[in-house]
């Protein structure tokens, strides 16, 4: 009887989990409010304290060329912000789901980029230069058009549209929910927009296991433009209220069934 009983349970459980909402949490949040002195050594505006007790830093570390009200000046750098342990801990968990977004406007010069970064991550290189620090990066640039590296660095190319004018919202979803460490090290996907509305432009499935210690922003050589709304949001899975319902009900079968065992004996 306790087997089919576990059984049961298990079903449930697993109908449950099927009946399921997404549901974000916005970690980092960076609005680029500044009157326009460095972004090096400022705060960002929301950072959640879990990423602070996985040894992340609120503080950006940031090259000579990014203001704190979002403008690039001529430079090749990066700017970024420490997330300790916080993604690489959530490999083949279901909290292993990330969206990394900013609104981007360059004007003039090559293009700006948005990505998620390795523990060799530069702010005097951007995300493709030396070996590499990028692991999954999406870049506008000022002809108007989108590309997505999955990394390392430049490579693993997903080319996106042409012909784009203005501000763009770019995303990069980061998928580690599946990762074993094995066969699977999870996906990167790219998309113009915002990843629900948005047009995708391409996954990338790696092939080995990535490090992501960091998220930030990079510009190129003589570029100018603008970064806006840069968050960093954490994707988990919410089971519906009745689908939580039927597992609270679940959950007393097994203690009925033990009182039941226990007085009949």
Known sequence: MLSLTKHWIAALATVCLMSSSLFAEVVIVENFGGGGAALNGTTADTFSSRIVTAGGSATWQAGSSFQDNGATTFNT???????????????????????????????????????????????????????????????????????????????????????????????????????????????????????ETGALLGTHSYTSDGDFQYVGISNNRNTLGS?????????????????????????IIPVLTRRKRRAAS
């Not at 420490?82 to 993604?87: A, I, K, T, Y």
């Not at 490579?155 to 094995?182: A, E, K, M, S, Y």
């Not at 960093?232 to 039927?246: I, N």
């Open 77 to 195: 750098q990066s700017a970024f912000l420490d997330l300790g342990s916080f993604v690489n801990d959530s490999k083949g968990t279901a909290d292993g789901l990330f969206d990394l977004s900013a609104t981007i406007s360059p004007t003039s010069g090559g293009w700006l980029a948005i990505s998620f970064f390795n523990d060799d991550a530069n702010t005097d290189r951007h995300f493709a230069e030396s070996i590499g620090s990028g692991q999954g990066s999406l870049l506008y640039r000022d002809t108007g058009e989108l590309d997505g590296f999955g990394g390392p660095g430049a490579d693993n190319n997903i080319d996106g549209p042409n012909g784009l004018t203005g501000d763009q919202q770019l995303t990069v979803v980061l998928d580690l929910r599946t990762h074993d460490n094995t066969t699977d090290f999870g996906n990167i996907s790219f998309y113009q927009g915002d990843s």
């Open 227 to 251: 970064f806006s709304n840069f968050r960093l949001e954490q994707v988990s899975a919410v089971p519906e209220p009745g689908s939580l319902a039927v597992l609270a009900f679940a959950g």
